[in-house]
């Protein structure tokens, strides 16, 4: 693979963090929020490449393709490109701070 595909953080960091905050996400968000235009091959990237489990339900008469990550998807063990490995670090720290907030409900 081209190592150019890494080279735009914008779009696959933007696609793997959506992802992974359990967002569904069609083609209309990201030309919105990150003025992409090609999330189907980072899809396709991720699943193939990176083997996501990416889950696509096709929504009105264009079938427009709306990408979400599994439910039993544990997003600590995904691979990640190497332009998004701080999403990673993200949730891990989001994944603590539930931790800790389960805790001390736990014990307040």
């Known amino acids: 693979m081209n190592d150019l595909w890494y080279s735009n953080r914008t779009q696959v960091y933007w696609t793997c963090r959506a992802l992974v905050q359990g967002r569904t996400i069609s083609t209309l968000d990201e030309i919105g929020e990150v003025r992409g235009w090609r ?57 603590i701070e539930s931790d800790d907030a389960a805790t001390g409900a736990a014990n307040g």
């Not at 999330?39 to 929504?59: N, Q, V």
């Not at 990640?80 to 720290?93: C, F, G, N």
């Open 39 to 95: 999330l189907g091959a980072i899809i396709h990237t991720l699943r193939s490449k990176y083997g996501w489990p990416i889950l696509t339900d096709y929504r009105g008469p264009e079938r427009v393709g709306h990408y979400t990550l599994s439910k039993s998807c544990d997003v600590l063990m995904l691979d990640y490109p190497r332009s998004a490995k701080d999403v990673r670090a993200e949730a891990k720290a989001v994944q």
